[in-house]
């Protein structure tokens, strides 16, 4: 299922709604990144991820989990429940965007920020059936020049949660994967998850996101409806109007009355017409299957 799309009662830290709520607690926020990095963070500001990431009006923007900073790296933590098939090109596309959103005009290259993109996923993003997946650039002609582009991308597995070593890492694996928390962090998490759940704004506040969802789904269905309409109706009327034609052309010619067969096309093409009117087609989408023009048509709209 979407985001969105569970009931408020049935989410977990898993989904993302939950998770970044969780996240916005800074010393949780810290304490996930610098048990699944491996590293020490100080003091983390949060970046508005709806202005930073929008780089050009014409390209692509995205919107990012959990998007932080501290002195000199940047982070991206994103929760991930499925849909991993493209997931190293998201991470490639979310650095890139953020080098872009976060660099000056004046920036030294030498001086671009050390960027974390980490993801972290309910199942086995890659199937080798490990708890961590890190990736590394290097040359490949030579080991002997490190190749450091201060990109760093990690990939969790928590469903291979039993075989992490670390304690701590381990917990929080298992807690996300669905299990019952058992470290310090997991713990914290959970209650933090449980206070967020009891909130009734912020169940509001998933609802009204839930509720716009089910609008554009609904708008979506309408406008198919209405295009799959305005196709068999286009089809069935050329169909129609290829045998009436056909049977008018004949009876024309037996009767020798080709004034008659004339104001015959024309009546069908009036009738076509007003089909297509009251399906709410609009009045491109009329003049294209009757074949009247946009003056003929508009006469049968006021009539």
Not at 19 to 48: A, D, P, Q, W
Not at 183 to 207: I, N, V
Request: aromatic content about 10%; some cysteine; overall charge negative.
């Amino acid at each position: 299922m979407g985001q969105f799309s569970k009931p408020w009662d049935e989410l977990t830290i898993a989904d993302n709604f939950i998770f970044c709520k969780v996240m916005e607690n800074e010393r949780i926020c810290m304490g996930v990144l610098e048990t699944l990095l491996g590293i020490s963070v100080g003091h983390i500001e949060y970046l508005k991820t709806e202005n930073s990431l929008e780089n050009f009006y014409d390209s692509r923007g995205i919107r990012l989990d959990v998007y932080v900073k501290d002195a000199d790296r940047i982070f991206n933590i994103e929760m991930q429940t499925g849909n991993y098939d493209d997931m190293l090109l998201r991470a490639r596309y979310y650095l890139s965007s953020s080098d872009v959103a976060t660099t000056k005009r004046r920036t030294k290259f030498k001086d671009i920020r050390e960027t974390y993109i980490l993801f972290i996923c309910k199942d086995d993003p890659f199937g080798e059936g490990i708890p961590r997946y890190t990736k590394i650039s290097k040359f490949l002609e030579t080991d002997r020049i490190s190749y450091d582009d201060k990109s760093r991308n990690v990939f969790y597995n928590c469903s291979a949660w039993e075989k992490e070593g670390n304690p701590e890492v381990r917990g929080v694996l298992k807690f996300i994967y669905g299990l019952k928390p058992d470290s310090s962090l997991a713990l914290e998490m959970d209650e933090a998850a449980s206070l967020a759940k009891q909130k009734s704004e912020l169940e509001d506040e998933y609802m009204y996101f839930s509720d716009i969802l089910e609008d554009e789904k609904e708008e979506a269905r309408e406008i198919g409806l209405a295009e799959g309409r305005a196709k068999g109706l286009k089809e069935g009327l050329a169909e129609g109007r290829a045998k009436g034609f056909a049977e008018g052309r004949m009876e024309g010619h037996a009767e020798g009355h080709a004034e008659g067969l004339e104001t015959g096309r024309h009546q069908q093409k009036i009738e076509s017409a007003k089909t297509a009117i009251s399906l709410g087609l609009s009045e491109q989408q009329v003049v294209a299957i009757s074949g009247l023009s946009p003056e003929e048509i508009r006469k049968l709209i006021v009539n």
